[in-house]
Nanobody, 122 residues
Framework: QVQLVESGGGLVQAGDSLRLSCAAS????????MGWFRQAPGKEREFVVG????????DYSDSVKGRFTISRDNAKNTVYLQMNSLKPEDTAIYYC???????????????WGQGTQVTVSS
């Protein structure tokens, strides 16, 4: 059984920072790809950032490039998302994602966390 458990969401003001964590358990050897997606009210789930197993490839969406940083600790089976200079438009539920290949399409992600709410006030 695979589990992804996110933590670190909350309510912040514009310009503040937050750090999300996602701890994986179960068949983590298959997690070549780990990443974050987000879903705002009334919108589709969208790709935010993804990282491969050794960190040699990182993909960012244009909307977060330069503000968000992903990192991964394979010894702890944990991926982190450092979010700086947060904007109200970053408000969404953030989901941890994992899979055996690099996947930027939410419909193809095999494993999801339960999500953590990030709210940025103006």
């Amino acid at each position: 059984q695979v589990q992804l458990v996110e933590s670190g969401g909350g309510l912040v003001q514009a310009g503040d920072s937050l750090r999300l964590s996602c701890a994986a358990s179960g068949r983590t050897f298959s997690f070549y790809f780990m990443g974050w997606f987000r879903q705002a009210p009334g919108k589709e789930r969208e790709f935010v950032v993804g990282i491969n197993r050794n960190g040699g490839r990182i993909d960012y969406s244009d909307s977060v490039k330069g503000r968000f940083t992903i990192s991964r600790d394979n010894a702890k089976n944990t991926v982190y998302l450092q979010m700086n200079s947060l904007k109200p438009e970053d408000t969404a539920i953030y989901y941890c994602a994992a899979g055996s290949a690099i996947i930027l399409d939410a419909t193809r992600i095999p494993y999801w966390g339960q999500g953590t709410q990030v709210t940025v006030s103006s």
